[in-house]
């Protein structure tokens, strides 16, 4: 991989790490459009607990996942609430990176017996035109 393309990568990476476990914090904590469309109808008590009406959450279940260690957009045992957030963002990224990265390596263009597959021939010059089309010529 070229120098380039890694510094890109990694300075992807640090810009979503950051985004992930520090600017996460601020993010709103009003219920976004899915669920206030979900709730629309319905009837609340002062703690925000669904009391009656008619809408879509009043038929909510439990998920199955609900007690995951990630839960909640938190970590799990964390009591300081935005560190819980933030780690869980970083942990986020960091599982979502080695994922894509493991997919590309496995999707990555081979070589056969790990030569490059523009390399020319022994004995011969290898060149490359505006067009990207590699030609070979015999050397003297």
Same mark, same amino acid.
Do not use: K
């Given at each position: 991989?070229?120098?380039?393309?890694?510094?890109?990568?990694?300075?992807?990476?640090?810009?979503?790490?950051?985004?992930? /476990? =520090?600017?996460?914090?601020?993010?709103?904590?009003?219920?976004? %459009? +899915?669920?206030?469309?979900?709730?629309?109808?319905? #009837? &609340?008590?002062?703690?925000?607990?669904?009391?009656?009406?008619?809408?879509?959450?009043?038929?909510?279940?439990?998920?199955?996942?609900?007690?995951?260690?990630?839960?909640?957009? /938190? =970590?799990?045992?964390?009591?300081?609430?935005?560190?819980?957030? %933030? +780690?869980?963002?970083?942990?986020?990224?960091?599982? #979502? &990176?080695?994922?894509?990265?493991?997919?590309?390596?496995?999707?990555?263009?081979?070589?056969?017996?790990?030569?490059?597959?523009?390399?020319?021939?022994?004995?011969?010059?290898?060149?490359?035109?505006?067009?990207?089309?590699?030609?070979?010529?015999?050397?003297?």
């Amino acid at each position: 991989m070229m120098r380039r393309s890694r510094m890109f990568l990694l300075g992807g990476l640090l810009v979503a790490l950051v985004l992930a /476990g =520090v600017v996460s914090n601020f993010a709103s904590s009003h219920p976004d %459009g +899915l669920d206030s469309s979900l709730r629309a109808g319905c #009837t &609340f008590d002062a703690d925000d607990n669904i009391t009656g009406g008619s809408c879509p959450a009043l038929r909510e279940q439990a998920h199955e996942l609900e007690t995951g260690p990630l839960a909640g957009y /938190g =970590v799990r045992g964390i009591d300081n609430p935005y560190l819980s957030t %933030g +780690l869980s963002g970083v942990i986020g990224v960091l599982l #979502t &990176f080695a994922v894509g990265g493991g997919v590309f390596w496995l999707a990555r263009r081979r070589t056969r017996n790990g030569a490059d597959a523009t390399a020319a021939p022994t004995g011969t010059t290898a060149t490359t035109d505006p067009t990207g089309a590699t030609a070979t010529a015999a050397r003297d």
